[in-house]
């Protein structure tokens, strides 16, 4: 049975050696996006240095968040080849401690490693993306070309069928910029074009200010201002413009519920939702990928074959949990399936090859 202090002192020295990580990588991502983030933005009218380093500041939660998995794996192997060449986990072994005993701490560091990034990290980044795109968008609104359309919205009304697509969104979505609309009849014959430089729903209608309007065969009109009739809400816009990364943990469920209720597909959100509820456990089969990998005893250093295949171990878990995780957005698989399945799989393969190891 492991000890309160022994097992007190391994979890120190692993929170030590996460803590390192956590601080480095943040700096390497701090760096590398504020470099990029100039690169686009520094011609811009509204750019200046201390909004790169806010707007870089905002964004790095939300890309921590896509390196904790990797924190973790190496951060596991780094201190588990430092107790084991330093002789104190052949002590621990010829004291008669299990692997799974003297394992425990690592495993439960990694769980509350996870548990803190899905209650703390990840509402902290939704926050982050929310305001960084305010912000970008705002520095967008002088260079309209910088800007991609955002998915399109179809409203259908008595006499109107339209298709409504925008470069930029802001208030929720519920003021559009650079906002295209395409008229159909009942046939699915475009009849009228509209171009405007801006689009705010107001209540029953759209607001269109410096309109152009193009019918085919004529010579297009310009309109200073435009009332559009709607029937969409601004809490329809809200559900349907949001990112599922862009909504904290504790709003996922709220969210879900809204869009059922105003018919919108929910499987990005769910499939984000159970990502997040799996995150813990994803982390824990991380941990022992790299106890696989690392507990065999050396005089000297690793073999680094094996901590390669450790890392490559690692890396293919992670690039299968993305890419399920994209077949549980589209609805190829359902999202419980796509996300529990790779970690669940994950965890039985390390148990197996640590049984395999300590008992043959």
């Known amino acids: 049975m492991i000890t309160s202090i022994l097992g007190g002192y391994f979890v120190r020295r692993y929170a030590t050696t996460i803590m390192w990580f956590f601080l480095g990588v943040t700096g390497i991502i701090f760096l590398a996006d504020f470099s990029e983030t100039a690169r686009r933005f520094s011609d811009l009218d509204g750019y200046s240095v201390l909004g790169a380093v806010y707007l870089t500041g905002l964004r790095v939660p939300q890309i921590l968040m896509q390196t904790v998995p990797f924190i973790v794996l190496f951060g596991g192997m780094t ?3 430092a107790l084991n060449r330093k002789y104190e986990l052949v002590v ?3 004291a008669g401690i299990s692997v799974w ?3 425990t701490p690592f495993l439960t560091g990694a769980f509350l490693v996870g548990l803190a990034t899905v209650l703390v990290l990840n509402p902290l980044s939704a926050w982050g ?3 960084a795109l305010t912000l970008e968008n705002g520095w967008r609104k002088t260079d309209s070309s910088r800007a991609t359309f955002l998915p399109w919205i179809r409203q259908i009304t008595k006499n109107d069928d339209v298709i409504i697509g925008a470069k930029t969104t802001l208030e929720g979505g519920t003021l559009m910029v650079d906002v295209a609309l395409f008229h159909f009849d009942t ?6 074009r509209q171009d405007a430089a801006s689009a705010k729903l107001e209540n029953g209608y759209w607001l269109l200010k410096d309109v152009s309007e193009t019918r085919p065969g004529e010579i297009p009109q310009h309109h200073d201002e435009l009332k559009l009739p709607t029937n969409l809400k601004p809490e329809y816009m809200e559900e349907r413009l949001t990112q599922p990364e862009s909504v904290a943990f504790y709003e996922i469920s709220r969210k879900i519920e809204i869009a059922r209720s105003y018919g919108i597909p929910t499987r990005a959100l769910e499939t984000q939702f159970h990502s997040l509820l799996s995150l813990p456990f994803l982390l824990v089969a991380m941990t022992m990928i790299a106890a696989t990998v690392s ?9 680094r074959s094996v901590i390669l295949g450790g890392i490559l171990s690692g890396f293919v878990l992670y690039v299968v949990t993305v890419l399920v995780k994209a077949f549980g957005s589209s609805g190829v698989v359902p999202p419980v399936v796509a996300v529990w399945i790779p970690v669940i799989v994950a965890t039985a393969l390390g148990a197996t090859i640590l049984l395999h190891q300590e008992d043959g």
């Open 101 to 103: 005993q003297f394992m």
């Open 79 to 81: 201190v588990l080849i």
């Open 92 to 94: 621990t072994r010829a």
């Open 295 to 303: 507990l065999k005893f050396s005089r000297m250093n690793q073999s």
């Open 129 to 131: 993306q929310r305001q």
């Open 187 to 192: 046939a699915g014959n475009i009849i009228l």
